[in-house]
Each structure stands twice: as C-alpha cells, then as structure tokens.
C-alpha cells in the first residue's frame, strides 16, 4: 500500500492541479494577512472558505483522479497487489497530497505574518486540522461515488450534488425542520443531526472555537454540556474520525467485489 | 496450470459467461477465441482476478484465487489496450513496475529488442499507440512467469515488431511456459497456437488443436472452419 | 463679651482635645484586649491601633468618631454569629483590618461592616473573607470606600450578600476595591452622586455592578470578568459610564452590560469582549454611545424594545457573532460613523467611509430570536445565502436601520 501511495503522491504532486490548488491558498493566506492585516477577521474568512470550498475540492478532485488513473488502476490490478491497497494506497495518496497543499498553503503566509506569536495559533490549528479531515471525508466520499458509477459524467454529477447538498441543500432542510417544530424540545434533535454532515460537524467544531460567546446563550442543558465542556470537542472528533472510517471502510468492501 | 470449474458471471443482466469448465495444462500456447462480445476478456480477467465471478472456481497452480493477490507473481499479463498513467514516462513507468513486483533485468534486453530507447524519457501520453504497445510487451515480458496472458499482443504492431514477438513467444514455449492468447487476427494464431479454445455465448463451444477444429466443421483451413461456426450458429 | 469668653473657652477646649487626641493599643498582651472594650475606653477622635493576632468579636458598634487601625492585618473573627462592625457615628475611618466569618441569615442582612446614618466616613485598606454582606452603606453621605479586597464564598444567589452594598446614600466615592465571588460584586439602591472607579469585579454570582434607582452617578475605569451577568443599570437616570472593561460574562441570560428604563446616559470607552451578549438594552432612551469596543461578543447589541433615540457612533465591533439583534421592525436609533469588520462594502471615493451603508442586523439573528436551537446555523453557507438576500431587500428587518456611514478602518480615539 505504501508503494502505491508513494506513487499517487507523486503523481499528484506533480500535476499542474496541484500547484494550483496550492497556489490558491498561498494566494489567499495572502491576501488575507498581508492586505487586510487583521488577523481575526482573516480566521474568519478561512473558516467560509474551509467548510465550503475544501469539500467541494475534495470531492472533484477525488472523482477527477479517480477517473483519470483507471488505465493506472488496471495496470496495478494485474500486479501481485491487493485490491484494497491499490484503492486505499490510491486515496490516501490524493487525500494527503490536497491536505499537503492546505496546510502549506495557508501555513506558510501565516507562520511569516507571525502566527506563532499570536493567540490566534489554536483558531488557526484547528481550522486547518478540521480542513484536513474535510479532505480525507470528502475524497473518501468521491471514491465511493466514482467506484458505484462507471459513468464519469453521471459520477462528476453525483459528487457536485453531494457537495451541494452537504453543503446548502441540507441545512436549508435542517432549519425547515427546526422552524416547523420549534415548539418541542429540540437540542438533542440538532445536534445529532449536525452530526450527521461532516460540513456542519466542522462547522460546530469551529464555532466552538470562534462563536462560544454566542453558543452560551442558548439555555438548553444538552447544549450546554456540549459546548461549555469539552465534551462538544471530543465528540466532534470522534464523529469525524467516524465520518473518515465508514467511508473508507466501503471503499475497501466495494473495492474487493468491483469488476474492471 | 489453470482450472476453471463452472464459471459464471453477469454485468447486470447481460450473462457474459454461463458454467466455463476449462482446464489447461502446463506448457504450450493457448489460443482463447471468440466473436465480439463471447466473454473471452471477461475470461482472462476472471483469471487474473481482475473480474469477479459470480459463480465457479478458478484455481491458478492449484490454489483457488479467491481472496489472493499473491498467486498473480506467477502471471505475466499484457492488458487489451495498452492504457498508461499519462504523465509517467516510460523509465519512471518501468522502474515502478519493477519496484512492485521485484528486480529483473530482463528488461534492457526487451528494451534493445523493441528499439524503445529513444523513448524512454518521453511521457507515455505523448507515445503512438505503437509505441505504447511495445512499452507493454517490455512490461509483460519483463518477468520470468510460468504463466504468460496476452490479450490482443498484435494491436498495432509494425510487422518487424510482429516478428519479434513472434519469436519471443516461441523462446518463451521452449522455456517450457503456459501462454494465453486472445487474438483476432487469425493467421497469427494458426502461427503460434498449439491448441484453441472457441468460446461462444459464455459457454466453451470447443477445445482442442487446429486440425480437430477443421475436421469438426469439415473446412479445409482454419479462417473458414471459425466463420463456419459463427455462421452456423447465427442461422 | 461673655459670648465670645465661651467661644474662646471651646475652641481652647477643642483644640486640647484635638492635640491631645489619644491612641490606645489593642493586643493580647496589651492592658486593653479586646476591640470592644478600647471603644468603650475611647473618647471622641482618639486612635485605636490593632495589634497583630486574632480578635473573636462580634456587634462591635462604633459610636464616636474614631480612628481604627490594623497593624499588618490583625485578623477579626466574629464567628458566624452576626454582624462585625457597625459604625453609627460620624467621622470614622477604619483601615487595615481582615474581618472573617460574617453570620449568615435569612431575616437579617449581617455585614462584615455596616455604616448607618452617618457622614465623612473612610473605609480602606480592609480585607473581608468568609462574609455574607460584605461593606454595608446605609442612609449615608460623603464616604470613602478605598483599597478594600472583597473575597467570598457564595453559591447560591439566596444565601449570600453583596460586596459593597449602598441604600439611600449619597456621595459615597469607591475605588480600587476587588470583589469576588459574592452576589453583586458592587450595589447601589436610591443612591445618588457616588463615583465608582478602577474597581475590580469578577466571579460574582449575579452582577459585577448594580444600579437601582440610583441617578446621575459616574463608574469608570472598572474591570468586570466573569460575573454571571456583568453590570445591570435598571430604572436610573444620568449614569455615566466610561472606559470600563466587560469581558467572558457567558450564559444564557449574561451580558456585558443590562441596560433596563436607563434615560440620558453616556456610554463611551468601554470595552466589551467575549460576552454573550455586549449589552443589552431594554426601554432606554436618549443614551449615547461612543467609541466603545465590541470584540468577538455573540450579540454586541441586544434592542428588546421600546429603545428611542439612542445613538450609536464611532464604535468599533468586531468579529462579533451578530452585531445587533432587534425584535421589532420599527427603529428609532441611530448608527453613523461606526466600523463593522463584518462590513464587506468598498469604498471607491478612499474618503474613509464605506460607498454603500451597512446593515447591521441580519436575519438570521431574527430566526435565532425565535427559535434558539438554530444557532447551531451559525456560519452555515445556507444562512449567509439568506442573510445576502435579506441585505439586497429587507423583508424582516427595519428599513431604515442602517449605518450610512460606515467607517472603513478601525475606528482610533
């Protein structure tokens, strides 16, 4: 499995989509630090940018990769290699390689602006730590989708509507859902079903960081357990240590009964 | 050297291969044919595991193949068509291959053979399909396997090339090797096969040498006696 | 003539007396052994000095003007039995003590220190530990309150007393006290002219500060952290309230500051940092505010209604999760001139001021107000998408509600 990642790593390492995608967040840690000069607000905006646009990369970029090394795919296949660490060795090594270009993207304009100086290091680590796990949840995602669809344009398809339903299409449902029965008891109801989209996990996983303020308001005792202690975090993590397994481990399963 | 018992595989509802028995011995050249669309390719992926059947037994030096990757050391495969990672370039291409499946220095003779060394810095995306074909005969040939699969070996191939895989084929035989051809091009299979194996509706229609194929269907050579079949088996 | 010998014969006998002011010592190996008892000896303006050691007293009453001073904090212990001081008398400064074990009582507001109906008083440099009410000011006038360092115990709101507490008095000036962990860290009820500054404030069950129907009182340069609801100004008038700093009051009903039928105050300098809610204003009119800070707050502002022609300008809030909430569509308030880092206009002209006007409620705060499980929402792509389109035209919140002019840097005074 390690040769196998070795070589998607630097495949991908070598790709033009790499240094662009590593170019955009050079660019925006950027123009966020050294044009805006506010280091906060700059947190801020990579928070929108981190829960937004890493899935959405994450996922084109899996099926983009997937699709594109099916000739490199069918050639290991008849190598004396498993097919689970064809498949994992292929993910992990797309995973990693956009995760790579996250964190030195955004760390390195930060660690020049001075990071390491400023209380802002513990926002920052964590945006790029959840970032991360964004990039490993949603390749996985793109993996399982483009080995259920032969048919890239349908698999390109099924990933943007993943995005965009992960990312917009269900919160919109989620607040329906609490404005219609806002007069029960809902807490329980919303935080489980934040848990139930990695977008929102992370999302409440930084707000713990950034809005705790706000959080606080709200009187409901489940609520308050989960954001007052450390009990939101460490479940939070958990959740999306969950989200990066399961699919994953479908990944290994569907891998192993795939015709090629 | 393989045995397949009573194979069976469908892609949805398209039954591609309904209850193969095949059994093939060790040595010799086999010769896999078969109208568009027979399940020969469904066959040899079965074989090396690339497909996974739905029913049957396949069993590759005695041992089933069924949740084993490691029994593919003793196959060599040259896959139909010769797809490459586009941006490696053939050194890099062959090195990686090497890296996975062990050293061999069989590969610079096989390099030399096929005149490839003005292309071996070159991407493999910017190759001619030609070109490529032989990067993956090097490839296939590389490996001192006991079982050798080719699938189409002669897809555009110039005749010189031809001739050489031809002969290395035949030196690969003397080693005593088992080798599997499909192929469309009939008179190249006349050439080198030993025995034939005509698949027809996912069923094995026949097995045996060229000459029993022309007695059965009462053909004088080996193209008629094929299209007799087809024809007879279409009216 | 016999009017002025008797003149003459009492400022002769007060300036003997004055000169002749007496100071007797208190310790356990001193002729005097108890506090009590060097009152009692004690005649008008003498000094009692306190030795080192323990002094297990309680209702010590303090009636004739007196100086009473601690040497190296000589520790007064009243044993949970009732209140410790009680001065009723004019003119009396106490300094240097460390008074312990207050009783606690439901009928009776025990302090470690009571002034009743007295004047001119000073209270410093004392340290009150294990107290139910701690500095009890009552129907008095022109105190001191200095240096003193307020540590309780309290954990339930009905069982403990406040820190400073003042009733019905006036001119009382306060500063540099610290008070913790006691109900209201600092309390004035009817009390009127008193100056509250550079106190500190924190861990206090209920408020850092609270005003009652006090007027026209100043508190500035205080630090209130982590009370459960910060400062609360209810139904006063003239209040002037600057360069104080509000920080982490968190809780479902906290806030930085509770501004409740407060008219015509002035609101600058402050700093309201990581507060649920900055401030919150409810039935107040004619207040100014100027120059505050609000960082990182969940709601900088909070309008619960009937607000009329306040004014918010040259404020800076920053990274707050809502700048302002507001519960109705109408709006009588101003904003100008204020700079929002949620501000996402330009400004072509680079007069300093953004070309198109900021609105600073959205309407997802609107959403949150009704129903407060979607706060879970917060940042979500979905709510800024309806946030945008609330922008471009208001459907829930005020028209009107806008800043005109909002500044494009961070506002520096």
Known sequence: MLKILKYSFYDLMRSRWSYVYLAFYLMLGIVLLFLNNDLSKAVITLMNVIIVLVPLIGTIFGVMYYYNSKEFTELLLAQPLKRSSIFMGQYLGVALSLSMSLVLGLGIPFIFYGIFKSNAIWDFSLLLITGTFLTFIFTALAFNIALSNENRIKGFGYAILLWLFLAVIYDGLFLMSLLVFEDYPLDQFSLFASMLNPIDLSRTLILLKLDISALLGYTGAVFKQFFGTNFGLIISFLALSLWVILPVFRIVRKSKKKDF | ?235 | MKKAITAIVFFLLVSVLNIHAETIEVCSSCDVISIKEAISLAKDNDTIFIKKGTYKEFDIVINKPLTIIGENHPIIDGERKGEIFTIISDDVTIDGLFIINVGVSYTEDFAALRVRKSKNFVIKNIVLEKLFFGIYIEKSHHGKIYNNKIIGDAVEEHSSGNGIQLWYSKHIDIQHNFTQRVRDGIYLEFSDFCTIKNNVSTNNLRYGLHFMFSNNDIYENNQFENNGAGVAVMFSKNIKMSNNVFRKNWGSASYGMLLKEINDAEISGNTFEENTIGINIEGSNRITYKNNNFIKNGWAIKVRGACYTNTFTANNFLYNSFDLSYNSKMNDNIFDGNYWSNYTGYDLDKDGIGDIPYRPVKLFSYIVNRTPETIILLRSLFIDIIDFSEKVSPVFTPDNLLDSNPSIKKITW
């Open chain 2, 1 to 235: 050297m393989v045995s397949i018992q009573n194979l069976h595989k469908q892609f949805n509802k398209n039954v591609v291969l309904s209850g193969i028995d095949l059994n093939i011995s060790e040595g010799g050249i086999f010769a896999v044919l078969g109208p568009n669309g027979s399940g020969k390719t469904t066959l040899i992926k079965s074989i090396l595991g690339m497909v996974i059947p739905n029913k049957g037994e396949i069993l590759v030096l005695g041992k089933t193949i069924k949740n084993n990757s490691t029994y593919r050391n003793k196959i060599d495969y040259l896959p139909q068509i010769a797809n490459f990672p586009s941006n490696l370039k053939v050194k890099e291409l062959i090195k990686m291959i090497k890296d996975l499946r062990g050293n061999t220095t069989e590969d610079e003779r096989l390099i030399t053979l096929f005149k490839l060394e003005p292309f071996l810095n070159k991407k493999l995306g910017n190759l001619s399909g030609g070109t490529k074909q032989k990067v993956n005969l090097v490839l296939t040939f590389m490996f001192n396997s006991p079982l050798i699969i080719l699938d189409e070996p002669t897809t555009g191939l110039d005749p010189i090339s031809l001739i050489r895989l031809k002969d290395l084929i035949q030196t690969e035989k003397a080693k005593g090797k088992t080798i599997l051809i499909t192929s469309h091009i009939m008179s190249f299979v006349e050439e080198v096969s030993d025995e034939i194996v005509f698949i027809l509706e996912g069923k094995i229609y026949f097995k045996g040498s060229i000459d029993a194929l022309k007695t059965k269907t009462n053909q004088p050579d080996f193209e008629h006696a094929i299209a007799s079949i087809l024809t007879d088996n279409h009216a």
